[in-house]
């Protein structure tokens, strides 16, 4: 009965702050009108900060789910959508069997970024997860590899 007032008064002050509206962004013109251009059609916009100089659109258009980034001054990024692993293209499909047979393919994504269109796969080996970014020809760009202890860690691979 002791701990009843301490624990109930911290409950309290959690459900408080899990409560709290998130902060409003306030998004440049410049990065509303990049976005309005690219996207007449986008639907149910909703903006968060990429990071501190990149503002991310999570939206929809003709019943699929974007993501587009754009920098401060209205630059685009990268757009983003989910793809069926049947949609991707059969050299990341062949490079994937040859270099990730045990793995289990979690998810794909197709992005656009200035530089072209990049295919990221999420695969997983047990308890480990990784990221990896093939061109369209199956050759591996880059991949991430999720380290409990250590956060992200990068590791860029030729693959040639």
């Not at 998004?27 to 503002?55: L, R």
């Not at 001054?73 to 990341?92: C, D, F, N, Q, S």
């Not at 080996?125 to 991430?144: H, I, M, T």
Request: aromatic share 6%; proline share 4%; charged share 35%.
């Amino acid at each position: 009965m002791k701990n009843l007032i301490p624990t109930l008064l911290a409950l309290a002050i959690t459900a408080s702050a899990c409560a709290q509206k998130p902060a409003t962004i306030v998004v440049p013109e410049a990065v509303k009108a990049a976005f309005v251009e690219q996207f007449p059609k986008a639907e149910g916009t909703a903006w968060e900060m990429e990071s501190k100089t990149e503002y991310e659109a999570g939206f929809k258009m003709g019943g699929m789910k974007y993501s587009a980034v754009y920098s401060t001054e209205g630059k685009w990024m990268e757009t983003e959508h989910k793809i069926k692993v049947e949609a991707l293209p059969e050299g990341v499909r062949k490079s994937l069997a040859v270099n990730y047979p045990d793995h289990k393919i979690e998810g794909a994504e197709l992005s656009e970024t200035p530089d072209g269109t990049v295919f990221e796969v999420d695969l997983e080996k047990g308890k480990d997860e990784l990221e990896v970014v093939f061109n369209a020809d199956g050759k591996v760009l880059k991949s991430k590899v999720e380290d409990d202890e250590k956060g992200k860690k990068d590791e860029e691979d030729d693959n040639d």
